[in-house]
């Protein structure tokens, strides 16, 4: 779903001037835009980025040879959204095409007819969704930027730098106030972590300063995805737009993964049941 709208929290007798209300139009969209730029960035390479991109580690190069493929048209899951003090917990089913998206519950609750009606108004809201299985970051990571930042027997945690895109028009200031690594196993292969975190506090505009932004993914091994699966997702964003609060706390779990099997994945040769 998208953010709280930051422009129309400071329109209200804000004073902001025409520039700063620019500034401001792209600060409503740094929860959703970064929250974009930080998806997990080992899945981009499987995407072709060949001759954008230098080579990443030997390690990282490892795990993604071991991302899952074409989640999004065959794995469902469900999604628990937790957004300040409301919680949300949504089915995914791709093989419903009509509709995907099946709301379980509100705050604990099941859902009441009124508010099933809203959700069901709101169906083309949930098409951009980014299934937490896939992820295309195609020319998001500067090249030339990752770096081990320490290793151990089991894991290695490597650094590396967000890559701006130009047409989202996002303050470098803050970009620059951003650090982003990567945990992996290394005998499995697989992701354990990614964690986006602020530095310092950064004024991106007049009046408009954020001073803490934090999102942390965490995975798990799904025996249903046959990968480290996405299990949960958490953001933390603190500042101010000029006298009004820009702090948030969400949460999103993702859990019961459930996959189809392509005939071609079969084995040639089926066991026969005596």
Known sequence: MAEPGIRQECSAGSGVSSKATRWVENLRSIPTRLNGLIRPVFWFLLLGSSGVLADPPALV???????????????????????????????????????????LSMNGRPPAAEVLDNYADMA?????????LEFDLLGRVEPDTWALVSESEDEAVFSFRLRLDPDENLD???????????????????????????TGAASVAPMV??????????????????AAALAEKT???????????????????????????????LPDEMPIEN
């Not at 995914?92 to 099946?102: G, H, I, K, N």
């Not at 083309?124 to 937490?132: G, I, M, S, T, V």
């Not at 803050?174 to 602020?198: G, M, Y």
């Not at 933390?236 to 189809?260: E, H, I, P």
């Open 235 to 265: 953001t933390r964003r603190r500042g101010k737009a000029a006298f009004k609060s820009l702090n948030q706390d969400k949460r999103r779990v993702y859990r019961n993964y459930k996959c189809a099997v392509y005939a071609e994945e």
């Open 209 to 226: 300063r954020i001073t803490q932004y934090r999102q942390e993914f965490l995975f798990v091994w799904n025996d249903a995805v046959d």
């Open 61 to 103: 190069s490892a795990m993604l040879a071991n991302a899952p493929r074409g989640a999004a048209d065959r794995c469902g899951y469900t999604r628990e959204s937790t957004n300040n003090n409301e919680t949300k917990v949504e089915r995914f089913d791709p093989s419903r095409d009509d509709a995907p998206w099946t709301l």
């Open 124 to 132: 083309e809201d949930r098409l951009d969704r980014q299934h937490p």
């Open 172 to 198: 470098v200031r803050l970009l620059d106030k951003i650090s982003s690594t990567l945990t992996l196993n290394k005998h499995s292969l697989q992701p354990k972590r990614v964690l986006i975190e602020s």
